[in-house]
């Protein structure tokens, strides 16, 4: 699978690159386990599938206060975001 990110989640990524080292390395450590099990409901960071307004997508947690938010396209996982909660 490859890694794709929506503006907000590279403009999320790109301010933890610069801020906090510590964090980009859980957030990779999410996108590996995706990786390996990409609709796994008992992965790493808790993943939950969103509904309403996040319909098709889906959110592990960074840290109790951030969540990756992403969506699965075939072969394609995208960021939509990595910072805050959705």
């Not at 808790?46 to 206060?65: C, D, H, M, V, W």
Request: net charge positive; glycine share 6%; with cysteine.
């Amino acid at each position: 699978m490859m890694i794709g990110f929506a503006d907000r989640g590279w403009e999320d990524y790109e301010n933890w690159v610069h801020n906090d080292k510590k964090m980009v390395k859980r957030i990779n450590m999410l996108l590996a386990d995706i990786k390996r099990n990409p609709e796994d409901s008992n992965g790493l960071g808790k993943p939950e599938r969103l509904k309403e307004n996040f319909q098709g997508y889906f959110s592990r947690r960074i840290t109790a206060e951030h969540r990756l938010v992403y969506k699965l396209l075939g072969e394609l996982i995208v960021v939509a975001q990595c910072r805050y909660h959705y």
